[in-house]
């Protein structure tokens, strides 16, 4: 049976552009005005219904200019894990369905490895919901406005573990400035719900000596998220 992970492309894929994992800029909070205020509290009110045609209408920041379609996320909506990435790529923004691309497909077999199916107890979700131009890290100010829709994503889910996919989805997620290789191999806690992060799959294409490490993580996870479940009954 072996130690190492099963989830390695058969053919190394092209590589996506993309900017490099460590220099991306923290997030802003949601900005505090009465109107964004307001239209936090609007969507903290929404159902799943509402929020997709939130989703699919918003114009709160540039990223709609550019995009083909809004890309809200996928899964079982009772999942007990959410997987949060930074955003969609030109094949999700293409399908409006995050992860379908080289790194969608590396992340169905990181899954697999732990006896993980995309739709099955698993929802995965973006940071924003608009493909930034040329893969680029989404801005402060785009990741403010997509922050109201992930709260209330995660609010209607209610997962019993969160994995932050590279250092955009964690920054978002915790409010801070986050180094992935010092933050990974502990947890970090969202609101009450216990937080991983790992390298974002992508990530991985382009760093294959890192996908032992992930695999790390992965495991790390499936133990944190037994335990939990072992102390429910």
């Known amino acids: 049976?072996?130690?190492?992970?099963?989830?390695?492309?058969?053919?190394r894929p092209a590589l996506p552009a993309a900017a490099p994992a460590e220099a991306e800029p923290v997030p802003a909070p949601p900005v505090d005005t009465p109107t964004g205020n307001e239209r936090t509290r609007r969507i903290a009110a929404m159902g799943w219904d509402e929020l997709r045609a939130a989703v699919a209408e918003c114009r709160d920041c540039r990223l709609c200019e550019r995009r083909k379609q809004?890309?809200?996320?996928?899964?079982?909506?009772?999942?007990?894990?959410?997987f949060v990435g930074e955003g969609p790529g030109v094949e999700e923004d293409e399908k409006g369905e995050p992860f379908v691309g080289q790194a969608?497909?590396?992340?169905?077999?990181?899954?697999?490895?732990?006896d993980l199916r995309r739709g099955r107890k698993v929802y995965i979700d973006n940071a924003v919901k608009c493909r930034?131009?040329?893969?680029?890290?989404?801005?402060?100010?785009?990741?403010?406005?997509?922050?109201?829709?992930?709260?209330?994503?995660?609010?209607?889910?209610?997962?019993?573990?969160i994995v932050a996919l590279g250092r955009p989805a964690a920054e978002t997620l915790l409010n801070c400035e986050i180094k992935v290789g010092a933050s990974r191999g502990r947890?970090?806690?969202?609101?009450?719900?216990?937080?991983?992060v790992t390298?974002?799959?992508?990530?991985?294409?382009r760093n294959l000596a890192d996908k032992a490490k992930a695999w790390e993580d992965l495991c790390f996870a499936r133990r944190t998220l037994k335990e939990l479940n072992d102390v429910g009954g």
């Open 70 to 82: 809004a890309v809200l996320g996928v899964g079982d909506v009772e999942a007990d894990w959410l």
């Open 187 to 196: 947890l970090h806690d969202y609101r009450g719900i216990p937080l991983i």
């Open 199 to 205: 390298y974002h799959p992508a990530y991985l294409l």
């Open 104 to 114: 969608g497909k590396l992340l169905d077999a990181m899954l697999a490895a732990i």
């Open 1 to 11: 049976m072996g130690l190492a992970p099963l989830w390695r492309l058969r053919d």
């Open 132 to 161: 930034p131009p040329n893969n680029r890290a989404p801005e402060p100010d785009e990741t403010a406005a997509c922050f109201p829709y992930l709260q209330r994503q995660i609010g209607l889910i209610r997962p019993k573990l």
